[in-house]
């Protein structure tokens, strides 16, 4: 089946600090969706991308959907304590259902 | 309101038991997903209906049966529960069976189960 490849699996970084974390797919995409998973939550859907190269911004978040249909990055600027949680991309190929990423953790020291 | 409720939200139960999970949408979406979280926090798709009509059954055991009474609800009944059981269980919704329209699935909270 498909398989989405996030990276990187966990980052431990200082308040305020920007991060980027991407998704790779062997497969091309017609949506690319990013999720946040607060601990004890189910995931949040925080972007979604409809076409390639789209770039869109969400507060202090911004995704872009790769030209290639391929990939996918999600940076967070100036990060806070709240934006701990794990991060998810999902892809959708125009079947019934979303592919998920394995995650990234994101852990904040205050 | 819970967009997507799901109940209970913890489930402790021992190995061979049967038990079930309800879920409930009142987003009006016609598309109703079950997906598995294990311990590594991988989600995986087990079950998708679309009005009441089952369109996705990802190779689940046969102790795994959703039931769907109507198109709000989707319930997972589990038999003979075993220890790889354990993992948090989300429910899911979509607007129609293309879920790139109107931005994917919304969750609901997940139910942690516990297989002793």
């Known amino acids: 089946g498909q398989q989405l490849n996030q990276s990187p699996q966990s980052m431990f970084i200082q308040e305020g600090e920007d991060v980027s974390m991407n998704c790779t797919s062997s497969?091309?995409?017609?949506?690319w969706l990013w999720y946040k998973q607060d601990p004890g939550e189910g995931p949040v859907l925080l972007i979604a991308l409809y076409k390639a190269g789209e770039l869109t911004s969400n507060g202090r978040l911004t995704a872009q959907f790769g030209i290639t249909r391929k990939d996918s990055f999600l940076n967070i600027s100036a990060s806070i304590p709240s934006d701990v949680g794990i991060y998810f991309c999902a892809g959708d190929n125009a079947g019934n259902m979303l592919t998920f990423g394995g995650g990234t953790r994101l852990m904040v020291k205050p | 309101d819970t967009a997507v409720s799901q109940t209970p939200k913890y489930l402790v139960t021992q190995m061979g038991n049967d038990k079930s999970i309800k879920c409930e949408q009142n987003?009006?979406?016609?598309?109703m997903y079950w997906y598995k979280q294990d311990s590594k926090k991988f989600l995986k798709i087990m079950f998708s209906?679309?009005?009441?009509?089952?369109?996705i059954n990802e190779t689940v055991p046969n102790r795994f049966s959703p039931k769907s009474p109507d198109k709000a609800h989707l319930n997972l009944h589990i038999n003979s529960l075993e220890l790889g059981d354990s993992a948090v269980y989300f429910c899911?919704?979509?607007?129609?069976?293309?879920?790139?329209?109107?931005?994917?699935?919304?969750f609901g909270s997940g139910t942690r189960l516990t297989v002793v």
């Open positions: 497969s091309i995409f017609n949506t």
């Open positions: 987003l009006g979406h016609d598309t």
């Open positions: 209906y679309n009005n009441k009509e089952l369109i």
């Open positions: 899911a919704s979509s607007q129609d069976r293309r879920s790139m329209v109107a931005g994917g699935y919304t």
